[in-house]
C-alpha cells in the first residue's frame, strides 16, 4: 500500500499509476482477508466453557419482568382514561 503512495507521487505515466492503483485495490482486499482470518482463527481457539443453566430462573425473572412492565402498561392506561 505504502508502495502505490510512493509511486502517486513518483510516477507520470497514466498505464503504470492505473497498475499500481490495482495492486493498491488488492493488497486492500488481502489486508481485509487476513483480519477475516485471524478473527476466524481467534474464535477458534477459545477454549469453551460448560456451565449449569437454571432454565426455571430465568423463565420466572422473565415473566416477572414482563408481568411488571404488563401491570404498568395498564396502570397508565386506566389513568390516562379517567382524566
Known amino acids: 500500500m ?6 502517486k507521487i513518483t510516477i507520470k505515466d497514466e498505464s503504470a ?3 499500481f ?3 493498491d485495490e488488492t493488497a486492500r482486499n488481502l489486508d ?4 477475516k482470518l485471524q478473527s476466524i482463527s481467534d474464535v477458534g481457539s477459545q477454549e469453551l466453557i460448560f456451565k449449569e443453566v437454571l ?3 430465568i423463565f420466572e425473572m422473565v415473566l416477572t419482568i414482563a408481568w411488571t412492565s404488563i401491570n404498568n402498561f395498564v396502570s397508565r392506561c386506566r389513568f390516562a382514561r379517567r382524566r
Open 17 to 19: 499509476l492505473e497498475l
Open 2 to 7: 505504502g508502495l502505490a503512495e510512493v509511486a
Open 55 to 57: 432454565l426455571r430462573e
Open 21 to 23: 492503483r490495482k495492486v
Open 32 to 35: 481485509k482477508m487476513l483480519v
